[in-house]
């Protein structure tokens, strides 16, 4: 029992670092699920996360005290995925750690929290930020308030918006966890259009809904139980008044031996696009779009040796329950392999239909048209990986990206005749008959000493378009608008004494065009962003931040310039 105790401890004190390098992977590699861990000393360094049970490498399965669960736990950094394609992306469970929940709460659980922070910034930017964590009995409830205007870095480029995140998670009862959440926004955009007529009405009003609940339950040994749904609104009043509904259930049903899991999932989703094409009238007819998405899937993971594999059936259809729907069964396939001490090979093959969110293309692109949504087929998304991590200090990862999908949302301007870089950007968009893109992904990771790390990504891009679309415009071998061919960064960051830190951060953006014919080139551009933190004892927090400190002129997209260079000052307290 005591070598059973000293593992447990060296390995908790490993999972804070381990868990940072799995979340930077997923961020790094496009949102996908992270690869095995290694170490020289066992085959896997990580313990499984099976809600409240720990199964450790080399030693019988050990269910741990409720309080040191909680602890180790909560050490975990992160938050729940976001990203849809990763929520529908499985992992083998023996391999990949941390692979489905995370924790969204900021601090251990011991730890009652409060913390506020004010910045003020170039354009007379104000930002505000107040978040508080507690704890009652069993579960843990935390509530965040943000605040943020500005006057935008050209005429009528004003903004304002309040957003407000909270929610709760822990245990209701034995061998269970669950976590809720909510968040609200509102936010009002300027949209530039002091060069257009009318310009009243070039503002952007965004209301935005969310809430969530995901719950896991074990039963016995071997059952697991994970239900995740969630319902989304958001709304934009603009040019387009636009209002989108999104709901989606899904419900997994694990059955697991030692080395085997066998998974059931059923998934429903369903999306509601009503537009007013009027900013005038409330009384003006409304269209109203309505895409339907059931899904089954059936599968199997397996580890033997130093090979584990998931393997699946999808199926789907963009119908809906009618008798009239057409279903379609799609293969899914996943899987990792050590070739060497240190070194991972991974693979993926995924295929079917997705219903993109209009929030997947307007964080930038708020004023746009979305009268035309409809599913996207993809026939093929095939992923390759190798990572390399010979020491804690030093990784080297590269990242393979082959996607063949149909009917995929491309965006183009509408003004493509505007007048001054200030013009008001409003989008429509159009759905290519065929998009393939391939991506080269490299990351360098590596530690040169206790105070200095260094990080770096480069992305080779290859986009193909092909389509005939309503305007009669018909499109074939050009590139996909503002997909850059080739992009690259280098963050590093110093430790100059014990609470300061210095980052410098830079990004290189390649070309990338601003139409689909290919005919209004962006230029590329350079951004340099730097930063320093310092800890004012416990309870006090200074940051100083610049960013596109060359001042660099570029063009976000044909019709808008980027800011210049800018800066910010933030004072935080935290208790």
């Given amino acids: 029992m005591r070598e059973v105790t000293m593992a447990l401890k060296r390995i908790c004190g490993s999972v804070s670092g381990w868990a940072f390098v799995l979340g930077m992977g997923m961020l790094f590699f496009l949102m996908r699920p992270a690869l095995a861990q290694e170490t020289t000393a066992t085959r896997e360094s990580l313990p499984e996360i099976y809600l409240q049970e720990y199964t450790i490498v080399g030693l019988e399965k050990v269910v741990l005290p409720e309080k040191e669960r909680r602890v180790i736990f909560k050490k975990v950094p992160g938050r729940w995925v976001e990203n849809r394609r990763i929520q529908q992306k499985f992992a083998p469970l023996q391999v990949f750690a941390f692979s489905r929940l995370k924790p969204t709460i900021v601090a251990p659980p011991e730890i009652n929290r409060l913390s506020a922070r004010v910045s003020y910034g170039s354009f007379n930017t104000l930002k505000a930020d107040v978040l508080t964590q507690f704890r009652v009995r069993h579960v843990q409830p935390y509530i965040r308030l943000a605040y943020e205007r ?60 969310r809430g969530r609940l995901h719950w896991q339950q074990r039963w016995a040994e071997r059952w697991l139980l994970d239900l995740n749904t969630g319902w989304m609104q958001e709304s934009h009043q603009s040019f387009w008044n636009t209002r989108q509904r999104f709901l989606h259930g899904e419900m997994t049903l694990q059955y697991q031996w030692p080395q085997t899991t066998l998974f059931l999932m059923g998934r429903y989703e369903t999306v509601q696009t009503d537009i007013r094409n009027s900013t005038r009238s409330t009384h003006a007819p409304v269209q109203t779009v309505r895409e339907t998405l059931p899904a089954a899937r059936v599968g199997l993971a397996h580890q033997f040796g ?39 090979l991974t693979g993926s093959f995924e295929a079917g239909y997705r219903l993109l969110q209009n929030r997947y293309f307007s964080e930038f692109l708020l004023p746009a048209d979305f009268s035309t949504y409809a599913v996207t087929r993809v026939q093929q998304d095939w992923q390759l990986g190798l990572k390399y991590t010979p020491s804690a200090a030093f990784q080297m990862n590269y990242m393979l990206n082959y996607l063949d999908a149909s009917n995929y949302p491309v965006v183009e301007s509408l003004l493509r005749n505007g007048t001054g870089s200030a013009t008001t950007p409003l989008w429509q968009y159009r759905y290519a008959d065929q998009v393939r893109l391939i991506e080269h992904t490299f990351h360098l990771l590596g530690k040169m000493s206790a105070r200095f790390r260094v990080e770096g990504w480069i992305m080779f891009r290859q986009t193909r378009l092909e389509g005939t679309f309503t305007d009669g415009q018909s499109v074939v071998e050009k590139d996909v608008p503002y997909l850059p061919d080739l992009e690259a960064w280098v963050d590093a960051r110093w430790q100059l004494w014990r609470e300061t830190y210095f980052h410098l951060s830079t990004r290189f953006v390649g070309e990338r065009f601003d139409d689909l014919n290919n005919t209004d080139p962006l230029k590329p551009y350079v951004l340099i962003n730097a930063q320093i933190r310092a800890n004012l004892g416990r309870h006090f927090l200074m940051i100083l931040r610049g960013e596109n400190l060359l001042n660099q002129t570029y063009d976000l997209w044909r019709t808008m310039e980027a800011a210049p260079i800018r800066g910010s000052f933030t004072l935080g307290i935290r208790f």
């Fill in 150 to 209: 500005s006057d935008g870095h050209l005429p009528g480029a004003r903004m304002n918006g309040l957003r407000l995140r909270g929610g709760v998670e822990g245990q209701l009862w034995e061998n269970n966890l669950v976590q809720v959440q909510l968040q609200v926004e509102q936010q009002n955009q300027g949209l530039w259009g002091t060069a257009l007529p009318l310009d009243s009405l070039w503002e952007v009003n965004r209301q935005f809904l």
């Fill in 306 to 344: 130093l090979l584990a594999f998931r393997v699946g059936f999808h199926l789907q259809s963009t119908g809906g329950m009618d008798t009239s729907a057409q279903f379609q069964v799609w293969p899914q396939f996943e899987a990792t392999m050590r070739l060497a001490p240190g070194l991972h």
